[in-house]
T-cell receptor
Framework: ELKVEQNPLFLSMQEGKNYTIYCNYS?????LYWYRQDPGKSLESLFV?????AVKQEGRLMASLDTKARLSTLHITAAVHDLSATYFC?????????????FGKGTKLTVNP | DTGVSQDPRHKITKRGQNVTFRCDPI?????LYWYRQTLGQGPEFLTY????????KSRLLSDRFSAERPKGSFSTLEIQRTEQGDSAMYLC????????????FGPGTRLTVT
């Protein structure tokens, strides 16, 4: 059974600092997703990573995927308050087409002025 | 708005009552998913459809839960004889299978069982 672990689960950081969130998963998969969730809201798609070595960047966020290590990272550069949210990684356990996602527990990020 | 929509957004019910939620996916999407999210946790998969066919159900989906997608468009999720442990956010997502991978989530229905 696929398990997805994120760390840290809670992250408090100052504006302007850099940090990385880690997502490990237990079985082979070539598709990994990062989502953002604001309190009381639904999930907003940030990145879709479809192959080993994939790297995507949007603004102050950069995500990468290492399928051999079964590891994805979400790197935050020069954090700003607007990035405060909970970030989830999610992994598809099977190949071929869109199927169910298995989510990590999420990383609650708080960016302090 | 052409995103995924869910109705109602909030539902408060008494234990033992039945509730039904509706999800309207993005119009051209043929796959539709239901997830449940409890406080402080990531979403957990419940079931998904391709067109009108229900292709997979999680072990989390007890006999009290049933989902349908009769015409391959909107879907309903019914919970019979609700229990306090059913209190959660129920999220619907849709995707276009085989040509795209991303699942787009709706705003969710928050269920509170008293």
């Amino acid at each position: 059974e696929l398990k997805v672990e994120q760390n840290p689960l809670f992250l408090s950081m100052q504006e302007g600092k850099n940090y990385t969130i880690y997502c490990n998963y237990s079985t082979t998969s070539d598709r990994l997703y990062w989502y953002r969730q604001d309190p009381g809201k639904s999930l907003e798609s940030l990145f879709v990573l479809l192959s080993n070595g994939a790297v995507k960047q949007e603004g102050r966020l950069m995500a990468s995927l290492d399928t051999k290590a079964r590891l994805s990272t979400l790197h935050i550069t020069a954090a700003v308050h607007d990035l405060s949210a909970t970030y989830f990684c999610a992994v598809e356990p099977h190949q071929g087409g869109s199927e169910k996602l298995v989510f990590g527990k999420g990383t609650k990020l708080t960016v302090n002025p | 708005d052409t995103g995924v929509s869910q109705d109602p957004r909030h539902k408060i019910t008494k234990r033992g009552q039945n509730v039904t939620f509706r999800c309207d996916p993005i119009s051209e999407h043929n796959r539709l998913y239901w997830y449940r999210q409890t406080l402080g946790q990531g979403p957990e998969f419940l079931t998904y459809f391709q067109n009108e066919a229900q292709l997979e159900k999680s072990r989390l989906l007890s006999d009290r839960f049933s989902a349908e997608r009769p015409k391959g468009s909107f879907s309903t999720l019914e919970i019979q004889r609700t229990e306090q442990g059913d209190s959660a956010m129920y999220l619907c997502a849709s995707s276009l299978a085989l040509t795209a991978y991303e699942q787009y989530f709706g705003p969710g229905t928050r269920l509170t069982v008293t």
